[in-house]
Every structure is written in structure tokens, then in C-alpha cells.
């Protein structure tokens, strides 16, 4: 079951030999299908790691929509290229994430014509918060009542990107 915090979305903990010991493709879409109807929630998100490992692709499997980061930066935009062409079936959203105030011209270009050539959903993007790394309150950004100025700007962002997930696809 889900474990609960204060203004934290709830979570279950990965545990710290999940890593040697992951399911295979079957057995975790499997199980997150089985969890999402135990707990009866209208949505499950699962953060995995990056690359093709079983559990990612369990996940994946299971998913109705896979939110994957776009970042301006080389290694990011070669690491995302070469998903959409290892995955052209997956409903993939992919999200501008850490966006400047001015996007890199060469970068924007690239991830134009790589979103074109695979076909997919792109959500509105977050831009670059720098203060975002130094935060010491772990809460959800969205979960502030009333909200503060300086986190109004990036919550908006974040709650159109979850509009975007919510109505993919229809």
C-alpha cells in the first residue's frame, strides 16, 4: 500500500536491491496492473530509471501514457533520439523540461524535427527554476495554500503538464 505524507503525493518506496533484482517485462507490468486496481486510484505514476531494463519496460508496458523529459543539452537529445526509434509504438508525451528563457536555437530545431519524425505528443514545458536544486522543504510544489509568488510560475507549469497527461490521447 501506498505510504502517506504531508503534502506529498503518496509513494511507495523502492527498495535498495530493486536494482540487482528486477522483475522481467511480464511480471512488473503484471504487478503494477494488479496494484493499480487494488488501490483504486484513477492514476499511477511510476518514476523509473532511465534505459531499457526490465522494470522500465514493465512499466512501460503497463502504461497508458510514458512522460518522458526533453532537455535542451546533447547527450539528453541523443539519449531521447535514439528511445523514439527503439519505441515508435509506446504513447510517449514527451515534456520540455529545464528550458531557458531562451531556448537554444540548434536544440529546439532538433527536438522539432525529432518529435515530427516519431509523431508525438509534446506537453506544454517547465522552464529552468535554478532555486529548485536548493530547496530544503520537500513538499509538492502544487500543494502550497496560499502559494507563494516565487512558486507560482513553475506549480501552473507543472499543473499544465498534468492536464496534458490527463487528457492524452483523447
Known sequence: MPMKGARKPDLVPCHPEFGTNQPDVEDMAAALGKWAGEWGRPYVVVDTHPGFTGSSLGAMNAASVVVTPAVFKTKELE????????????????????????????????????????KVHVAPPISRYEWLGRRKLRVALTSYDPEPSRVQRVADQLRAVAQAVKSYGR
Not at 509504438?89 to 515530427?116: A, F, H, S
Open 79 to 118: 539519449a531521447l533520439d535514439g528511445m523514439l526509434a527503439d519505441m515508435p509504438d509506446y504513447p510517449l508525451l514527451l515534456v520540455p523540461n529545464m528550458v531557458p528563457p531562451i531556448p537554444p536555437g540548434p536544440e529546439l530545431k532538433r527536438l522539432t524535427q525529432m518529435v515530427e519524425r516519431a
